[in-house]
């Protein structure tokens, strides 16, 4: 009768301690569920693209075979990009992909993967347009993707009279084309597209800037960003990162971003 006793007592003491684990626990994280949520500023042809859940781009791809690789699902969130790692630092997704340049100023709250693509800005004008130069967005309204590095080099390298941000850059380049600004300025992949699906617009010049886009993590994410950093690494050694590359840019990527690499500061 006494060791029944006991074995009841002990029986109720590990319930009641498992409950207690699950009530401090929170629930489980989008890792160890096997999938890989992942936020991102829809749309940024050709990165992203499309309506949920027929996402397309460089990036959707690109991700797409890294998940497959670390043998998890993918799901996307749609987020604006202005708020976009503040997000991640919510726990809201595991991991960003947006088209984003690594910058110093952004690894002080999050840390970056390997480079996976190398970009500039570009200016983009109407075709009847007399801007030709980033010397001649002096005195303009010039229209940016709100939080972009485009939107930091108008204000920090040119003399522009006023810089309008917008939540998307197809939004930015829409006042280009409507005549509310006399210019946009986004990263030169996304002016070439639309550039080629819009008429009645061209690049008035690129801007070398010497960009590197990463995917994004929580600085405390180190074993996410180096299974992610692991499996892009595979994907250009094995020739699907080039594959994926020449779909979007009808070009072999440049060598550099094959080989490249991010220490996180």
């Known amino acids: ?31 160890d569920t096997g999938t890989l949520t992942v936020g991102s500023d829809i749309p940024y042809p050709p990165f992203e693209e499309g309506q949920p859940p027929d996402y397309a781009g460089f990036d959707i791809d ?22 976009i790692f503040r997000d991640l630092a919510q726990g809201k997704f595991d991991m960003v992909a947006s088209a984003t340049t690594i910058t110093p100023e952004r690894e002080q709250t999050v840390d970056f993967s390997d480079p996976y693509y190398l970009s500039e800005q570009a200016i983009v004008v109407t075709s009847d347009s007399d801007v030709k130069s980033v010397d001649d967005l002096d005195g303009l309204t010039v229209s940016v993707q709100q939080g972009t590095t485009g939107q930091a080099y108008v204000e920090d390298q040119t003399d522009a009279s006023e810089v309008r941000p917008f939540p998307t850059g197809p939004d930015a380049v829409n006042a280009a084309k409507a005549g ?21 617009l061209e690049i008035a010049t690129s801007i070398p800037t010497d960009e590197e886009y990463g995917f994004v993590f929580q600085q405390d994410d180190d074993d996410l960003r180096e299974e992610v950093n692991d499996a892009l690494q595979k994907l250009k050694d094995d020739g ?26």
């Open 62 to 83: 690109l991700v797409n075979a890294i998940s497959d690789e670390i043998g998890r699902d993918v799901e996307y969130q749609d987020t604006e990009f202005d708020t």
């Open 240 to 265: 699907t990162y080039a594959q994926i590359y020449k779909k979007w840019f009808k070009e072999e990527p440049p060598e550099e971003v094959l080989t490249a690499t991010n220490e996180p500061k």
């Open 180 to 200: 509310t600004a006399d210019a946009a300025v986004l990263d030169l992949p996304v002016a070439q597209d639309a550039v080629a699906k819009e008429s009645g």
């Open 1 to 31: 009768m006494r060791s029944w006793l006991r074995l009841t007592l002990a029986v109720a003491i590990a319930l009641a301690a498992g409950a207690f684990a699950v009530g401090c626990g929170g629930g489980s994280s989008s890792s």
